[in-house]
């Protein structure tokens, strides 16, 4: 049974919200760009776009283009421009996190972004011998931080956060507290990939900064979805996703930041050619690049990164104030529709209640949260389990409508009546 | 003038080698491969495939597909395939180089990988300070042995090639015996980027095994331009490149090899989700995939990969034997118009000339080879340049014809004369 044949026999017990949304739907300003998407199958509810974002139609074209005319066409002559494309794209996503040109380039993933920004932070400051994270970190910054911490002999000192409200400041400040002048390298992902609670960036760097602490943030479900000010918080580095709220593709390359007055100081531990200031001279001896441009590694991957410019691109025209507008409008509704419709069933908001202090996805929380998700994709309704116990509707501003957060919402009502 | 206006001018003096060269692409078994690529300008004189190798029309098929299809209809469904490319991929590139199942997997760069499997060979040998390289090796190789040693207070020890006939065994012999007991890494190129010199992988690995060093191989020109048998040669580690021979696309993902009764030992120093042994359970700690899978990073480039498993299945469908015989025969054939037709002119060989002892590429050494290669290319033939003197003829068997190479040929004496 799929979701339309079950919202027509749940008859009114849903027509509310459906016709709601409607409404919504209607008096959305960005409901057209949804259209510059491919949607294969029009009435599936897809809420994980914010583990894999929609196929752009433009990108589909500029990758048939670049397919064909550049890599079958020009050949070898395509490096003239493919170099430019890590520095070019990174300055189209600048603006999106609050960064400035030449502070952000493409390359890699968002783990071995990870890892060469954590590695270059704690080698400037040896001596210190503690990371500050959080237990609810997403797990490649987990792992990686594991892995860097052994190999330097380092602790990490975990902070156990609220698990829906996420590290605070005053977790941070506890944990730099009980390592005063110790800690290296103070790392957070930006909004939470479970709960979305979104971290007090500014004060959160400042207290490390305070302590003496170098600072990465992970962006991977900030980037195109909320806003995001990297300079004004005072950020070091950071990293972000691509395959994401940017639409760049399954796997896409990932994007890193090095705060300007910082660039000359770190170093990235993986010194590739592509890091290499004059790449083709084939040189003698590693002389990194100038700026953002050191922190490139191997060959970029040309077919790739022009699909994360598409992307960028269809973000940066809505414009990240409107999408962030309704990315908060998005999640209020499926707050209200937890609230209304399924909390006497068992669920409950496992993201924080405060739009300022949640990003653009909303965690379901039931103790049955795995089967019913299985259901639910059955249906023809996917969202994504976390553990243990969250039903994550992602919602993606460009892509998903009002009615797909109701008709989600009603599937899920059916499955527990 | 390009190329065709040319050769009409020169007349007879250029009828024989085209003539021969004519006679040499009829006799070809491998002569129709050319027709599964897209040839978009049929009559450029495509020399460079052995730095970006030309587009296999059934990858831009199957990438449409991908996209369209898979990205765009599947969406996060498509992981339930996607997560198996790496090792699937690994496997398909395996016998093409000597290794078994399991052995081999895809995932991030070349400059990744030989970062990540040279700093785990070097943890694996701690306590010896010492890393043997040569000069001439492929400058991405050298710059990640440089950052290793810094950070890790290592010493290199350069050998210095000659500049034909690249690292020899007693070259390596010799660097050993001058550190004993104190070599933990030694790493060389296959085939030499420059003059298509192929080190001796059996006796040099043996060399380093007595010495108690491990061993690590660059395959960037030679996976699916010659004969590799890692396995045979009782290799550690290598890594190499799918864009060049095995036509993957620019910026391709690469593969690397961690010999099997190794995976046990080795770590890989960038612990990401995708080297987790259940990467979607998110769980606290990292706790390696066994086997192959531990050296994945973070999430698989799924466009990517799809091209280069195209690239991997017309190279297996041609079969490794026949493509090194045509490789032979495409840089006998080159070398004797070289001697015959330019070293009256000032040019020399720049490549072994045993057959047995070279790779599929030839290196054409002039004074003014730079400003020649420029001038080759105005004329519609691509060869690359290398300093400090070389002009480089990569010899693709798939796609590169005898007459390319006469053409060629015809092109830099025209110049010449």
Known sequence: ????????????????????????????????FRDRFVVAEPDLVYLDGNSLGRLPRATAERLTRVVGEEW?????????????????????????IGAGPGEVVV????????????????????????????????????????????????????????????????????????????????????????????????????AAHDAGALVLWDLCHSAGAIEVDLEAAG?????????????????????????????????????????????????????????????LTGTTGVVAIAAVEEGVRLTAEAGIAAIRAKGVALTEFAIELVDGRLAALGCSVGSPRDADRRGDHVAIRHPDAKRLTGALIERGVLPDFREPDSIRFGLSPLTTSFTDVARGVAALESLLA
Chains 1, 2 share one sequence.
């Not at 979701?3 to 959305?28: C, F, I, M, W």
């Not at 890193?256 to 001279?281: M, T």
């Open 107 to 206: 390359s890699d993933s968002t783990t071995v972004n990870f890892y060469k920004l954590a590695a270059a932070a704690l080698d400037a400051r040896q001596g210190r011998r503690t990371i500050v994270t959080d237990r609810d970190n997403f797990p490649t910054d987990r792992y990686v931080l594991e892995g860097l911490a052994r190999r330097n002999g380092l602790e990490i000192a975990w902070i156990d956060p609220d698990p829906v409200d996420g590290p605070t400041v005053d977790d941070v400040t506890a944990a730099l507290a009980a390592h005063p002048g110790d800690v290296a390298l103070l790392t957070l992902t930006h909004v939470n990939y479970r709960s979305a609670a979104i971290a007090d960036m500014a004060a959160i760097t400042a």
């Open 235 to 295: 950020v070091d580095v950071a990293v972000g996703c691509t395959y994401k709220y940017l639409n760049g593709g399954p796997g896409a390359p990932a994007f890193l930041y090095v705060r300007r007055s910082l660039q000359a100081e770190l170093r990235n531990p993986i010194q590739g050619w592509f890091g290499q200031r004059d790449l083709f001279a084939m040189a003698q001896g590693y002389d990194p690049a100038p700026g953002i441009g050191q922190w």
């Open 1 to 32: 049974m799929d979701v339309s044949t079950e919202l027509s026999a749940a008859g009114s017990a849903t027509s509310e919200p459906l016709a709601r949304a409607a409404d919504l739907d209607a008096a959305d300003p960005l409901a057209s």
């Open 72 to 96: 079958g066409g020009e050949l070898i002559r395509g490096w003239e421009h493919w170099i430019d494309e890590p520095r070019r794209v990174g300055d189209l996503i600048a603006p999106l």
